[in-house]
Nanobody, 117 residues
Framework: QVHVVESGGGLVQPGGSLTLSCAAS????????VNWYRQVPGKQRDLVAT???????TYADSVKGRFTISRDNLKHTVYLRMSSLKPEDTAVYYC???????????WGQGTQVTVSS
C-alpha cells in the first residue's frame, strides 16, 4: 500500500505564487512517473505536470512557462511550483503515482488552490 499526501494549497492573489508538495510513503524510484492533476467541480480531472524517473518533465499547455515540477528523492517528495497564477488555475490539485509492481494508481486527498483577489 502506497500513500501520497499533498500539501501547500491555499488562497493567493492573481499573479502570485504557490508551491505544492506531494510526499510519498516510499522512494520515488518505485514509480515510473509522479503526476499532478487538477479538478474543478463538475469537470474532469486534468493532467497538469509529470515528472518521470528518468528525468523528463512535461506540462499541460495551459501551465507551460508558469509551473515547474521538481523532485527531492531523499525526501520522497515532488513539488509543483506555480507562478503567475490566474483565477482559472483555481482547482483541487491531486498527486498521482502508478506503482508497477501491483499495477495500481494511487491518489492523494487533494489540496485546494484558490486564485482570487
Amino acid at each position: 500500500q502506497v500513500h501520497v499526501v499533498e500539501s501547500g494549497g491555499g488562497l493567493v492573489q492573481p499573479g502570485g505564487s504557490l508551491t505544492l508538495s506531494c510526499a510519498a510513503s516510499e522512494t520515488l524510484s518505485s514509480f515510473n512517473a509522479v503526476n499532478w492533476y487538477r479538478q474543478v467541480p463538475g469537470k474532469q480531472r486534468d493532467l497538469v505536470a509529470t515528472s518521470t524517473s528518468d528525468g523528463r518533465r512535461t506540462y499541460a499547455d495551459s501551465v507551460k512557462g508558469r509551473f515547474t515540477i521538481s523532485r527531492d528523492n531523499l525526501k520522497h517528495t515532488v513539488y509543483l511550483r506555480m507562478s503567475s497564477l490566474k483565477p482559472e488555475d483555481t482547482a483541487v490539485y491531486y498527486c498521482n503515482v502508478f506503482l508497477a509492481r501491483d499495477g495500481r494508481d494511487y491518489w492523494g486527498q487533494g489540496t485546494q488552490v484558490t486564485v482570487s483577489s
